[in-house]
């Protein structure tokens, strides 16, 4: 499965950005997407995940409530729409995937990987 991240970029802090993770050559259907984000220094912490079969998400709790994680009908593309962004959201946000219904927060559950988009959230 190749992923490829894109929407990444430069907001002020209280903006929007939406990044979008697309499949080629197949669809996420029967799989878990999940967004995972590095920023500098730190470790890699989960963001959001999505169930394409079920529809159910799961968020982190220092983005519930801003971001939301979605499909399109064709199920090639899941989307991260981050609202009321802060400085603390600056990171390399990696999209994900894994084999199977169920949620995970852990990246070690994820076996493919896209490249990473940056998100700059400047105060």
């Known amino acids: 499965v190749q992923l490829q991240a894109s929407g990444g970029g430069l907001v002020q802090a209280g903006g929007s950005l939406r990044l979008s993770c697309a499949t080629s050559?197949?669809?996420?259907?029967?799989?878990?997407v999940g967004w995972f984000r590095q920023a500098p220094g730190k470790e890699r912490e989960f963001v959001a995940t999505?169930?394409?079969?079920?529809?159910?998400?799961r968020y982190a709790d220092s983005v519930k409530g801003r971001f939301t994680i979605s499909t399109n009908d064709a199920k090639n593309t899941v989307y991260l729409q981050m609202t009321s962004l802060k400085s603390e959201d600056t990171a390399v946000y990696y999209c994900?995937?894994?084999?199977?219904?169920?949620?995970?927060?852990?990246?070690?559950?994820?076996?493919?990987w896209g490249q990473g988009t940056l998100v700059t959230v400047s105060s």
């Open positions: 999505i169930s394409t079969w079920t529809g159910d998400t």
């Open positions: 050559g197949r669809t996420f259907s029967n799989n878990g």
């Open positions: 994900s995937a894994r084999a199977g219904r169920a949620l995970s927060t852990y990246g070690y559950d994820y076996a493919y």
